[in-house]
């Protein structure tokens, strides 16, 4: 028997919010792996197995997936929103590098809805004109380039998504990087602190970023800011699709 792997997107938090391709893997696969929250997210049943892991083990747990499809088993890893962005899919093409014997095995990236497009959807249409994604944890990079990143990106008046804006661990990095949007922007730039999207937790405030304090931040929240003409219009904020 062939087996597989399978990168798979939960979405932000709402079940109606898994797409019906990733529903079906899910009721395919013998094995789910993922980060402990997220395996959370599966209902157990007969014959399947469920391998949660802590989320500082990525590449063994794709090492464990490439493995267990190598014996015939259906595996699926699971990200939340989508499995490319800040999250599993990068982990398993880089466990693929040096294993050439894995690399004919039937693997597949199922797409979900990530954090930023769910929390731009609740506000409005914050990124409607161009924008970028950053992760400002520095697990995986020196902050200097994340600070040289969101330099460049506000200097080009990108709007912008920030991930994994503050955790415990790291509590100082978010205010270094208000404090470069300060350098940068003018003090009405609207920034939305959107946290828990989707979820019955969820929470969406829009502030100016004269106001912005590192502590609305958390690692629920996703924060967007806005380019120079990103505005709002009742209770919804928007970027208008031209830079004029
Ligand atoms: N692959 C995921 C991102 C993983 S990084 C995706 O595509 O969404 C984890 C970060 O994603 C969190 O720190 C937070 O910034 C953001 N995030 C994930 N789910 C979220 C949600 N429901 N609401 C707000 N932010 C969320």
Redesign the pocket.
Same mark, same amino acid.
């Given at each position: 028997m062939t087996g597989s792997v399978i990168i798979a $997107?939960l979405g932000? $938090?709402d079940p109606r919010l898994v797409t019906p391709e990733v529903t079906a893997a899910l009721a395919q696969a013998t094995d789910i792996l993922g980060y402990i929250p997220y395996v959370a997210r599966i209902a157990p049943r007969p014959g399947l197995t469920l391998h949660p892991s802590d989320n500082r083990e990525e590449l063994a747990r794709a090492r464990a997936a490439l493995t267990l499809a190598a014996a015939g088993r259906h595996a699926v890893i699971v #990200? #939340? $929103?989508?499995?490319g962005?800040?999250?599993m899919a990068s982990a398993v093409f880089e466990a693929l590098e040096d294993r050439p014997d894995w690399q004919a095995l039937d693997i597949r990236v199922l797409p979900?809805i990530?954090?930023?497009l769910?929390?731009a959807a609740a506000a409005g249409a914050p990124l409607g004109h161009d924008f970028c994604a950053i %992760?400002l944890s520095d697990n995986l990079k020196p902050f200097a380039l994340i600070e040289a990143r969101v330099r460049a990106a506000a200097g080009a008046d990108f709007a912008m998504a920030?991930? %994994?804006?503050r955790s415990a661990s790291r509590p100082e990095g978010f205010g270094r990087v208000l404090a470069i949007l300060r350098d940068t922007c003018t003090p009405d730039r609207l920034i939305t602190f959107?946290?828990?999207? #989707?979820?019955p937790d969820q929470t969406i405030t829009t502030v100016t970023l004269n106001d912005a304090r590192p502590e609305m931040a958390d690692?629920?929240?996703?924060v967007l800011v806005g380019n120079a003409t990103t505005r709002r219009v009742g209770r919804f904020v928007y970027t208008p699709r031209s830079a004029e």
């Open positions: $997107g932000p $938090g #990200s #939340s $929103g989508d499995p962005v800040f999250a979900g990530t954090a930023m769910a929390a %992760n920030f991930y %994994n804006p959107a946290r828990a999207v #989707s979820t690692m629920r929240t996703v």
